[in-house]
């Protein structure tokens, strides 16, 4: 599975649109990109994924550059309650027994 | 969405002791469950994948003698960790996948051992 990197760290302002990168430069054509976010000490929550499309739904949109090497997580107000660790993850999506593998994600900080 | 339990959500116990952890999904069944590890201000690590009816496939460097996983059910995943040191204190969770989008992992929410 492609490995991915992210900022270690964001901050942003309540009511304000969060905007988390992600590259996966080594991402292969049947791998799909996945965002996960955990609350502190409980398990990781499905955010959204896509392929090659940006995609929307009630919690996020995610936008996937032409050449698939970068994504970006958009959570357009962000509240207090979206503070956590936000993880990309990229995986082979044909099945949906796929495991996934977490790198060290991003720490979003929403401040009032 | 789909439901993923665990069984106890925190346990202490003694050096040299083993201790089961369950994990369960509620509302659909499972053939595959993933068991992840956590320790304290970082990513999760996967152990291991548990399959029903058959053995767990385990990550490089996990010792399968000491983290026993059996799925002897399709809502039923289980962890032993035997004799357990100070070391194995972390968190541990569990991910069962869903049936609707592609990919997507149910987790649950998570159970935290500290050995003495």
């Known amino acids: 599975d492609a490995k991915t990197t992210q900022p270690p760290s964001m901050d942003c302002a309540e009511g304000r649109a969060a905007n988390l990168p992600c590259n996966h430069s080594?991402?292969?054509?049947?791998?799909?990109v996945y965002w996960y976010r955990q609350i502190h000490s409980q398990g990781p929550q499905y955010i959204i994924h896509g392929l090659k499309n940006n995609e929307t739904n009630e919690m996020a949109s995610l936008i996937i550059t032409e050449d698939r090497k970068s994504s970006t997580l958009i959570l357009p107000h962000a509240t207090l309650r979206d503070t956590a660790v936000y993880y990309c993850i990229v995986s082979k999506g044909s099945s949906n027994t796929g495991k996934l593998i977490f790198g060290q994600g991003t720490t979003l900080q929403v401040k009032p | 969405g789909a439901v993923v339990s665990q069984h106890p959500s925190w346990v202490i116990c003694k050096s040299g002791t083993s201790v089961k952890i369950e994990c369960r999904s509620l509302d659909f069944q499972a053939t595959t469950m993933f068991w992840y590890r956590q320790f304290p201000k970082q990513s999760l690590m996967l152990m291991a994948t548990?399959?029903?009816?058959?053995?767990?496939?385990?990550e490089q460097g996990v010792e399968k003698d000491k983290f026993l996983i059996n799925h002897a059910s399709l809502t039923l995943s289980t962890l032993t960790v035997t004799s357990a040191h100070p070391e194995d204190s972390s968190f541990y969770i569990c991910s069962a996948p869903g049936t609707g989008k592609v990919g997507e992992q149910f987790f649950g929410p998570g159970t935290r051992l500290t050995v003495l």
């Open positions: 548990s399959n029903e009816g058959s053995k767990a496939t385990y």
């Open positions: 080594t991402i292969s054509g049947n791998e799909y």
